[in-house]
Structures are given as structure tokens and as C-alpha cells.
Nanobody
Framework: QAQLVESGGGLVQPGGSLSVSCAAS????????MNWYRQAPGKERELVAA???????KYADSVKGRFTISRDNAKNTVYLQMNSLKPEDTAVYFC???????????WGQGTQVTVSS
């Protein structure tokens, strides 16, 4: 019953902001590291942001300073705040949960983010 459901995607103009969310259920959210990946058509899926169980964050160089990942364990939700969006940020954004100890890796279905004027 493990499930990740992304929401909040949509169309935004270059320079604009958007926040996407990922609601988790069916597993113990607080002990999983959470990641946001994105994938554009014909391109490989890439890691854009990660947050550990302890709250340590890391970002791809392409989004550093513009995106912020956060988590709310009480709500079983991870967020990605995206600012100063660029057309090259256009992609399907996927939520990913990882627990390395038992080799568990869950994925959401993704939410489309389109940056265009």
C-alpha cells in the first residue's frame, strides 16, 4: 500500500515560482530519505533535490539557490519550492522515497511542470 502522490504542477512563466508537494502513505515516512527527480521527454531522469531523515539537503548545481526541498514528517509530505523558474526546468517532477537499509525505493507518478511564456 506504499504510495507517493505528487501535486501542484502546472504552467508558470519564466522567472515565476511554483511549489510541488508529495504526500506519502503506507510506510513510515520519517525513516525514509526523500528525493525529487525530474525527467524531460527524451532525457534521463535526474536528481534535483534530496533531503535526509535528519533534514540535511542537497541540490543539483542547476537548481541550487533557486529550489528548496523540505519535509513535514507530521504530515508525511515532502515539498519542493521552485523559484526563478527557467524553461529548462520544464519536466515531469517525481517524488522518490528511499530506505537504503532494506533496499526500498518508492516512486510517485509525477507531476508536470511547464515553464513557458
Amino acid at each position: 500500500q506504499a504510495q507517493l502522490v505528487e501535486s501542484g504542477g502546472g504552467l508558470v512563466q519564466p522567472g515565476g515560482s511554483l511549489s510541488v508537494s508529495c504526500a506519502a502513505s503506507g510506510f513510515t515516512f520519517s525513516i525514509y530519505a526523500m528525493n525529487w527527480y525530474r525527467q524531460a521527454p527524451g532525457k534521463e531522469r535526474e536528481l534535483v533535490a534530496a533531503i535526509s531523515t535528519g533534514g540535511t539537503t542537497k541540490y543539483a548545481d542547476s537548481v541550487k539557490g533557486r529550489f528548496t526541498i523540505s519535509r513535514d514528517n507530521a504530515k508525511n509530505t515532502v515539498y519542493l519550492q521552485m523559484n526563478s523558474l527557467k524553461p529548462e526546468d520544464t519536466a515531469v517532477y517525481f517524488c522518490n522515497a528511499v530506505r537504503s537499509l532494506i533496499k526500498v525505493n518508492y516512486w510517485g507518478q509525477g507531476t508536470q511542470v511547464t515553464v513557458s511564456s
